[in-house]
């Protein structure tokens, strides 16, 4: 905590100046690299999926139908506008397994206010897959069967995502927030190959009444780019080819929220509709062309600013339930998705951990505690 003082202080100072499932992996992740073999850049359907998984479990416990709503540090991923909300230092984590625990998901952030408008924020997404088994050298191309005693020819690797976010949000004198992100993509699959990447996000939100806001964000609203290339095992083999770049469609966020006192508390409820560009007919829940949405919603009760219970409504149609306690500066946060119809890939959990550093030193600039 001295640390994230010390370096809140400097900061400020500036600115004023399981196997069935790793093999399934394995073939789409193959298919994947063999589609890619080209010299040429393409829009990559599907090319960022670890960029849509969503953070912190409260978020991910409504559906992630939070574009109008978020409004702390995890706001970095959803909405970079809702950064600007903040009025003291947080920090957050969340681990999350899915798919038998095969598949790890990591998240790390944090966010410090900045004189009395402005917002710096960071964030760290690591999603990782162990022990794949790479079955290449154990299938015989000229007779198109494996070979004999195939499993002596089967070897090992692991594979990783990681995304690194800046974000920086402003709030107007107008009820209108503004944030964007930059952001540096790392792909490695084991030794075969590796891609780097860079791309931007940006997003507002509008304060309609105290009751009622609008939100909506753009992800990777330049389209992000992705350079693969093969590693120099894989280059050193025979008929090697280069693998194309390829680059991440944009994905439009648009939503809306409405906050209401309910006994003792507060209730909120959200929608939002994701919007993307790669032609996702079979997946969406409506769709013109090229151009398909997916609705999200979700709501949550809070009683005395303590306990949360929350419901919602995800983007692939799962259902998503959650919990939440907040102890003095701690937020303790359970998230849950469904697979309906489908219990061979599991149900995910979702456990997050949010800091508040609530010290009079550290607030915004400006800013009064309402009890105050």
């Not at 990681?162 to 699959?189: E, H």
Request: glycine residues 8%; hydrophobic residues 40%.
């Amino acid at each position: 905590m001295f640390v994230l003082k010390k370096m809140y202080r400097k900061l400020k100072i500036r600115f004023k100046q399981d196997q069935s499932v790793s093999t399934a992996f394995l073939f789409l992740l193959i298919v994947s690299i063999s589609n890619s073999i080209s010299a040429q850049t393409v829009i990559g359907k599907y090319a960022g999926e670890f960029l849509t998984l969503g953070v912190g479990a409260r978020s991910l416990g409504m559906g992630g139908a939070v574009s109008a709503s978020i409004s702390d540090v995890t706001a970095g991923y959803w909405n970079p506008a809702g950064l600007a909300s903040m009025n003291y230092p947080q920090a957050a984590a969340m681990h999350s397994q899915s798919f038998g625990s095969v598949v790890q998901y990591d998240y790390l952030a944090a966010a410090l206010p900045l004189q009395e408008n402005h917002t710096i924020g960071f964030s760290l997404l690591r999603l990782s897959v162990s022990d794949i088994p790479d079955t290449r050298a154990a299938w015989d191309d000229s007779r198109g069967q494996p070979l004999a005693n195939p499993e002596n020819f089967i070897s090992r690797f692991n594979a990783a995502d990681y995304a690194f976010f800046i974000s920086f949000a402003s709030k107007t004198p107008y009820q209108l927030s503004y944030g964007a992100n930059a952001k540096l993509i790392l792909r490695n699959v084991g030794s075969i190959a590796s891609a780097w990447g860079i791309g931007f996000d940006v997003g507002v939100q509008y304060v309609v009444s105290d009751n009622f806001a609008i939100g909506a964000s753009i992800q990777d609203v330049t389209t992000t780019f992705l350079s693969w290339s093969l590693s120099e095992e894989e280059k050193s083999k025979p008929n090697a080819q280069s693998l194309r770049n390829e680059l991440i469609a944009p994905t439009a966020k648009i939503g809306g929220s409405f906050v209401a006192p309910f006994w003792e508390g507060r209730f909120l409820c959200s929608i939002d509709s994701d919007f993307r560009f790669e032609g996702r007919k079979s997946t969406a829940d409506f769709y013109i062309g090229n151009i398909s949405s997916n609705i999200r919603l979700g709501g949550e009760y809070t009683y005395k600013n303590s306990v949360s219970i929350r419901a919602g409504w995800d983007d692939l149609r799962r259902l998503t339930l959650g919990a939440g306690i907040k102890l003095s500066q701690v937020n303790i946060d359970y998230g849950f998705a469904k697979f309906d119809g489908n219990d061979q890939l599991g149900n995910s959990h979702r456990i997050s951990l949010q800091i508040q550093l609530e010290q009079e030193n550290l607030r915004r600039e400006g800013y009064t505690p309402a009890e105050q």
